[in-house]
């Protein structure tokens, strides 16, 4: 049977838009926000995502405060109002397509409680077509674009409360659908057993909102440094005439902890056609670990699509000085929070904030690991 949204001319193929694209079962839709005060007082990342082939519709917001990490999670059975963005008290409202979004959530007192306005302050970005292959088989390929903005709200965590005014409150958001890896794992088969020695992984996100413009950068390499995705674009306002800036090849200098794999600073410098060079010098000013609560990646309580049962609702409190959490964050993604001062010749310093988002899975000879539980000097 049809559902309401095929009354709209949408269709991208001769079925009910019910049904996903593709039979694949990783098919998902999935939108994801971040939130910081330019301190490193608070981030959270939440975010919201439908799996049609698996039925689930889930949601997430993870919020750092302090040495602890707060997540609230929710997951149902999808409906047939795909126009409906809500999943147990988190809800998404589009106000101003690809301009203004409100995202709310009135969970659980122990956990993130808000009730936020999302506003775009460049034009979103189209970012390129992101393809991850573990030998024959396609672990994702999606489509996505990005956004810088501010919020404006409340906001609260366990007994703290914030006004949140987009004077002091920013972040970036990205909105994404393909395949991915979704709900219960799947059997590893060949490709699990022939995973090379020198298997690496590494990841580089960095959407950073500035007073005039916005930068967008993404690397993604193997072990050896070949890199398969390449993003680095400068997004200017619709008034000013200039369009979207590619900021060519950007080459990535990241500072870690002695003994670990954590980025204490980064240095990206980039060369486009239109610029004498921008370089990005980047502070984290605090993280969120993805894999401890958000359900991405290597995450052991709960990951999207997974089924869960109706209505389930869930809150979980990881103390990020615990023994078990700090062995856990080499393996996680990490989102930072981060201050970030672009230098380019002729011009004065800008000062944003944005997120820089890293990961090194395995080896990466340029960075100078060379295997899973290698660490800096």
Not at 5 to 26: K, M
Not at 290 to 316: A, E, I, M, P, R
Request: glycine share 10%; aromatic share 10%; charged share 20%.
């Amino acid at each position: 049977m049809p559902i309401p949204i095929d009354e709209f001319p949408i269709h991208q193929a001769p079925v009910s838009l019910r049904h996903a694209f593709t039979s694949d079962r990783n098919a998902y839709d999935r939108c994801y926000f971040n939130i910081g005060n330019r301190t490193d007082e608070l981030f959270m990342v939440m975010g919201l995502g439908v799996y049609p082939n698996l039925g689930v519709i889930d949601g997430f917001a993870s919020a750092r405060v302090g040495d602890r990490q707060i997540s609230v999670r929710a997951s149902n059975a999808l409906g047939d109002d795909r126009m409906e963005q809500r999943v147990g008290p988190i809800s998404i409202d589009v106000i101003e397509p690809l301009s203004t979004i409100r995202f709310s959530c009135d969970g659980p007192a122990e956990g993130p409680r808000f009730d936020l306005t999302w506003r775009g302050s460049y034009p979103v970005v189209e970012e390129q077509r992101h393809v991850l292959r573990m030998g024959p088989k396609v672990l994702l390929d999606a489509c996505r674009f990005a956004q810088l903005g501010t919020w404006e709200g409340s906001l609260a965590v366990g007994e703290r409360e914030w006004a949140v005014t987009p004077d002091q409150w920013v972040g970036s958001r990205d909105r994404s659908w393909g395949i991915r890896p979704v709900g219960e794992a799947e059997p590893p088969g060949r490709t699990a057993a022939e995973t090379p020695e020198d298997f690496g992984f590494y990841w580089v996100y960095a959407p950073v909102r500035f007073d005039d413009f916005a930068v967008v950068i993404i690397c993604q390499e193997d072990s050896h440094g070949h890199r398969s995705l390449n993003e680095a674009v400068r997004v200017w306002s619709p008034e000013s005439g200039r369009g979207v800036e590619l900021l060519g090849w950007p080459k990535v200098e990241i500072r870690y902890q002695p003994g670990s794999r954590f980025p204490v600073g980064a240095t990206i410098t980039t060369s486009g056609h239109h610029s004498d060079g921008v370089v990005l010098d980047i502070e984290p000013l605090t993280y969120n670990a993805l894999g401890l609560g958000s359900g991405y990646g290597s995450d052991q309580t709960w990951n999207h699509g997974l089924w869960k049962g109706n209505d389930w609702v869930d809150v979980l409190d990881v103390d990020l000085t615990a023994q078990s959490s700090v062995d856990f964050l080499p393996f996680s993604m990490l989102d930072h929070h981060a201050r970030v001062t672009c230098r380019e010749g002729g011009h004065a310093d800008a000062v944003g904030y944005g997120l820089f988002e890293h990961q090194i899975i395995g080896s990466h000879q340029p960075s100078g690991f060379d295997g899973f539980f290698s660490v800096a000097d």
